[in-house]
């Protein structure tokens, strides 16, 4: 797994991220590319999901909001 342009020009990526739409995997903004939300800004997808091993937090572009889902309880 790995950020999709990244990969298709040979390019490295600090951390990854999922698109909540259409599961899209893109690097995020502290990478060169900054493909998550270039992905965001091409499509208007709105909610990304950290790809990190241990982390379980999502973002919303429109809202420029932090959030975790819990399970409910």
């Not at 298709?8 to 991220?17: D, F, K, N, Q, S």
């Not at 909540?20 to 997808?45: F, L, P």
């Amino acid at each position: 797994m790995g950020c999709e342009e990244c990969l298709a020009i040979g390019m490295r990526w600090v951390h990854l991220r999922m698109c909540q739409t259409c599961g899209h995997i893109g690097c995020c903004d502290n990478s060169v590319g900054k493909h998550a939300t270039a992905h965001h800004q091409g499509t208007g997808h709105p909610i990304i999901r950290s790809a990190e091993p241990g982390e379980d937090w999502s973002w919303c572009y429109p809202d420029e909001l932090m959030f975790r889902i819990s399970a409910g309880g």
